[in-house]
């Protein structure tokens, strides 16, 4: 059986050059035609980023679950990552953590936090005096965070990097 880690990254390589494609095709159509089914075409594939994420993240937390025996896989990992002195590791767990949590919620105490850090994320995210992430364009959905191709890729890199960290401690953890 493949690893966890291994078939999250061929999902989002795979998931991602699907919607690039339909996305470039969808622009191309919009050339010569300004059908509303088009521009929901673009914001379908917005919205499955966000989609693909959180579910990325989500299958992962019930995998730290199983892998470490316990019910909070979350609370357990950064537990691990402090231990193991993989405090960047921990940083950037935190922050997807806040940002799937963003995703899924919207404005609360994850979107605070992050709004606190926004100069130092990875990502971009909605600040509270902006209307969009980017104005003007049609593909936008209603999500705090920017799920671009390079979040999704963010997302499959902190659950590798978390996942070789637990390996060291548990070298059964797939």
Do not use: W
Request: hydrophobic residues 40%.
């Amino acid at each position: 059986m493949h690893g966890f880690t291994e078939l999250v990254d061929r999902c989002a390589t795979f998931t991602l050059e699907a919607l690039r494609e339909a996305n470039e095709s969808a622009i191309e159509t919009l050339q010569t035609s300004g059908a509303t089914s088009l521009v929901k075409t673009l914001q379908m594939i917005q919205l499955q980023k966000a989609i693909l994420s959180v579910g990325m993240f989500s299958i992962f937390e019930a995998n730290l679950q199983d892998g470490l025996g316990c019910s909070n896989g979350f609370g357990r990992t950064k537990k691990i990552l402090v231990d193991k002195g993989e405090l960047d590791t921990k940083e950037r767990f935190d922050d997807l953590y806040l940002a799937i949590n963003v995703i899924k919620h919207g404005r609360g105490r994850s979107y605070d936090a992050l709004v606190a850090k926004a100069k130092t994320l990875p990502f971009r995210i909605k600040l509270p005096d902006e209307s969009f992430l980017f104005e003007g364009d049609v593909s936008e959905v209603s999500t705090l965070v920017e799920v671009d191709d390079a979040f999704v890729q963010y997302c499959g890199d902190v659950i590798g990097d978390v996942s070789d960290v637990i390996r060291r401690v548990r070298p059964e953890f797939i």
